[in-house]
C-alpha cells in the first residue's frame, strides 16, 4: 500500500498537465481540482478499490482530472429545457421574460439609470414611482408599490395596517403554499395576531361578526393557491366580506397570490379574479406575485387604497424589502405590454403558453415527435398522448390544459435512467415519467428548442446503452 502512495502523482505534476489543457482556466480551480483528486485517490487506496499502480499512472489520472476541472468551472446557474408542461414552474425560475423585458433588463444592467432620478426636476425621486403609474392604469387602483416578492409585499402589509393587533382570517384561508409561506407564520413576523374563524370547510360571515374587538385591525383574504375545498363547505364571498370591514371601518386586505391582469376564462381558465375585479368587489389592497401568471419578473406588486398604500411607503421596513433595478425594468417592460391585451398574449410567454390552443399544440406535439423519430432511430420509439398541462404557480390548480404529450420510450434502459441521464445534459432537458415512457410537453418548450430537445435525448439515449 505505501508503495501505491509513493506512486501517486504530485500536486506540481496533475498541475503541469492542468495548465497545459486548460491555460485559460484560474489556477485556484485547477488546484482545487488536482487536491481533490489526490484524495480522492488516496481514498481509493486505502480503501483497497485501487490495488495496482496503473490506476495511478498519467493516462489514468489526467482523464479524471479533467472530468473535475470541467465540472468545477462550469457556471452552476443553467438554462434548462422544461417539458414538464407546468408553465409557472417554481423550481425552474416561474416566467420566462418577454423579449422587450430582456432587453430592458440588458439596458438597466449595462449602464447608469433613473432609478432614483427625477428627470423632470433633476433631482432624487422614487425608484417604485417607474411603474405605479402602470399599475394604476391596468389595475384600476389608486396606489401602487412593488417589493421582492409577494411573500415580502404580505409582511410589509400587515405589518403596516396590523401590528399589534388582530387580523381575522378564515380557518379555510389557513395554507402552506409551497416553498413553506405560511400565513400564521408571516403574521407572526409582522407583529399581527391572527384570529382565525370558522372550520376549514365552513365560515359565515356571523363568525367574523364574533371575532370582532377593539384590537381588530383588518380583516384578511387569502387566495388558497394550490388547494381548493371540494364538497360541502362556503365561505363568505369576497364583495360581502368588504362590506362587513367598511361598516366596522376596517380594511379588507387580500393575499391573491397569482394575480392575473387578464381574464383567461376565454381559454378555459375560470376560478380566478382578475386584480381590478378583487378591486372592485370592494377588497381596499391586493398583494400578488410578478413571477406568476404575470409573467413577469420575480417581484411584490401591492395595489390599491392610497391612504393604505402611503403608510406602506413610509415603513422603514420597505427598504429592507425593496426591489432592484433590473427587476424593476423588467416589470416596467412587461407591464406596458399589457396595455394591449392581444400583445400581452403573443409577447408574454408565461401567457402565450397559457393561452395556446389543443390543435396548435398537436401540430407542434407532432412536428416534435418527426423530429425525434428521425433523430432517435434506433434508440428510442416515440408516440403520441392526449393529456393536461397546469399552470403552476398555485393558479388555477384544478383546471388542466388540454395538449399532446410526447412519449419517449427509450430501447435500451428504462425511462427512469433516461429521466436521470438528462439532468447532467447541456442543456438539462426536465420531463415527466409517464406510465410507459418519459413524457414531454410542447406547451412549456419553443419550437426553437426542438433541435436541442433531440440533440440532448440522443446524447442521453447513447450514453445509457454504453
Ligand atoms: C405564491 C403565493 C405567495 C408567495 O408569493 P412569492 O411571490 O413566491 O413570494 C403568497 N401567497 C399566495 C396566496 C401565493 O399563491
Redesign the pocket.
Given at each position: 500500500m505505501s508503495s501505491l502512495f509513493r506512486s501517486l502523482p504530485s500536486v506540481d505534476a496533475c498541475l503541469r498537465w492542468l495548465k497545459a489543457d486548460f491555460p485559460s482556466t484560474p489556477h485556484s480551480v485547477l488546484l482545487e481540482s488536482c487536491r481533490a483528486v489526490l484524495d480522492e485517490l488516496r481514498e481509493d487506496i486505502r480503501s483497497g478499490r485501487v490495488t495496482d499502480e496503473s490506476a495511478l499512472s498519467p493516462e489514468a489520472v489526467r482523464p479524471r482530472l479533467h472530468g473535475v476541472v470541467e465540472k468545477k468551472d462550469r457556471p452552476r446557474f443553467c438554462r434548462v429545457i422544461n417539458g414538464a408542461g407546468v408553465v409557472v414552474h417554481?423550481n425552474l425560475g416561474r416566467s420566462v421574460l418577454a423579449r422587450e423585458a430582456q432587453e430592458a433588463v440588458r439596458i438597466a444592467a449595462s449602464g447608469y439609470s433613473n432609478l432614483e432620478f427625477d428627470l423632470e426636476t433633476g433631482e432624487r425621486g422614487s425608484r417604485t414611482s417607474l411603474v405605479e403609474e402602470l399599475l394604476c392604469s391596468l389595475t384600476g387602483a389608486e396606489a401602487a408599490l412593488v417589493v421582492n416578492?409577494?411573500?415580502?409585499?404580505?409582511l410589509l402589509m400587515l405589518d403596516t395596517l396590523c401590528k399589534g393587533g388582530e387580523v381575522i382570517l378564515s380557518r379555510g384561508q389557513l395554507?402552506e403554499?409551497?416553498?413553506s409561506?405560511r400565513?400564521p407564520d408571516v403574521m407572526e413576523r409582522s407583529g399581527a395576531t391572527l384570529r382565525e374563524v370558522g372550520t376549514t370547510n365552513r365560515t359565515h360571515l356571523a363568525d367574523y361578526e364574533r371575532a370582532l374587538s377593539e384590537n381588530t385591525r383588518a380583516v384578511l383574504w387569502?387566495?388558497?393557491?394550490?388547494y381548493r375545498i371540494i364538497g360541502f363547505h362556503s365561505s363568505v364571498p369576497a364583495d360581502e366580506l368588504a362590506n362587513f370591514a367598511h361598516a366596522h371601518d376596517l380594511p379588507m386586505l387580500e393575499?391573491?397570490?397569482?394575480g392575473s391582469l387578464m381574464d383567461f376564462s376565454r381559454w378555459g381558465l375560470h376560478d380566478e379574479p382578475t386584480v381590478s375585479e378583487v378591486l372592485r368587489q370592494g377588497t381596499d389592497v391586493v398583494?400578488f406575485?410578478?413571477?406568476?401568471v404575470l409573467g413577469g419578473p420575480?417581484?411584490?406588486i401591492i395595489v390599491g387604497k392610497k391612504v393604505y398604500l402611503d403608510k406602506m411607503k413610509k415603513n422603514q421596513l420597505l427598504r429592507a424589502l425593496r426591489c432592484d433595478k433590473l427587476t424593476l425594468s423588467a416589470l416596467e417592460a412587461t407591464l406596458r405590454l399589457y396595455r394591449d391585451p392581444e400583445t400581452a398574449r403573443r409577447a408574454i410567454p408565461t401567457v402565450r403558453r397559457m393561452s395556446m390552443d389543443a390543435g396548435t399544440l398537436k401540430a407542434r406535439a407532432e412536428s416534435l415527435q418527426n423530429l425525434l423519430a428521425g433523430e432517435l432511430e434506433g434508440l428510442a420509439t416515440c408516440s403520441l398522448k392526449d393529456d393536461f398541462s397546469r399552470v403552476g404557480?398555485?393558479?388555477f390548480p384544478e383546471q388542466g390544459m388540454p395538449t399532446t404529450l410526447v412519449c419517449v420510450h427509450p430501447a435500451g434502459c428504462s425511462a427512469v435512467q433516461l429521466k436521470m441521464r438528462l439532468l447532467s445534459t447541456e442543456p438539462p432537458l426536465v420531463g415527466r415519467l409517464g406510465e410507459f415512457g418519459f413524457e414531454l410537453d410542447p406547451r412549456t418548450m419553443d419550437d426553437e428548442e426542438f433541435p436541442d430537445v433531440a440533440r440532448v435525448l440522443k446524447e442521453a439515449l447513447n450514453k445509457a446503452k454504453a
Open positions: 417554481t416578492n409577494n411573500a415580502a409585499a404580505v395554507v403554499i409551497g416553498g409561506f400565513i387569502v387566495h388558497p393557491s394550490n393575499d391573491l397570490g397569482s398583494t406575485s410578478g413571477d406568476k420575480q417581484a411584490g404557480g398555485g393558479s
